[in-house]
């Protein structure tokens, strides 16, 4: 998970005519998501058209520890509270991101997510997310570069 927020994130445009698939209008806010900073249009509307929308309720579970990991999740708007066993609670704001080691190394999810007050998160299933690693180079290398720096955080609280 990527706890950094993205103000402009926070900006959302109105949802696509089918309020579950990510179409055209959400391409600026795509493109303001650290994540996928940098990415072309060309590239942003291939990940929009492998994404989803999901609406989460305050106290929503979006995923929990030990349940296999079906999707990846980038936060719109809202935010949402971390908490795995032994460790402190984290909280993710928009353009936060998760769920990717799950889907990476086939584990159990690490960790709970619940939305803090109503929440809105691109979501991209397991195909879809393999699809992304596969064609999109500077993707893999910011996931690498987050997943580097969460092994780092976690060596130096030991």
């Known amino acids: 998970m990527n706890a950094a927020p993205h103000s402009a994130a926070r900006t959302l445009l109105a949802l696509p ?3 579950n698939r990510v ?3 959400w391409l600026g806010t795509l493109g303001d998501v650290p994540l996928f900073e940098g990415l072309s249009k060309r590239h942003l509307r291939r990940i929009a058209k492998l994404a989803r929308i999901r609406r989460f309720g305050g106290g929503a579970a979006m995923v929990r520890v030990g349940d296999a990991g079906r999707s990846f999740y980038v936060l ?3 935010n949402a509270k971390v ?3 032994g460790r402190r609670s984290v ?3 928009p353009g936060a991101f998760f769920g990717e080691m799950a889907l990476i190394d086939d584990s159990p999810r690490s960790a709970d997510v619940v939305a803090e007050g109503e929440v ?4 991209i299933d397991r195909t879809g997310f393999t699809k992304l690693l596969r064609s999109e180079p500077a993707l893999s290398q ?3 570069r987050t997943l580097a720096a969460r092994l780092r955080a976690a060596e130096a609280t030991d």
């Open 91 to 93: 909280r993710l704001g």
């Open 120 to 123: 809105l998160a691109l979501t």
């Open 23 to 25: 179409g055209h209008d």
């Open 142 to 144: 910011a996931l690498l």
């Open 76 to 78: 719109l708007d809202g």
């Open 83 to 85: 908490t795995r066993p």
């Open 17 to 19: 005519s089918d309020p």
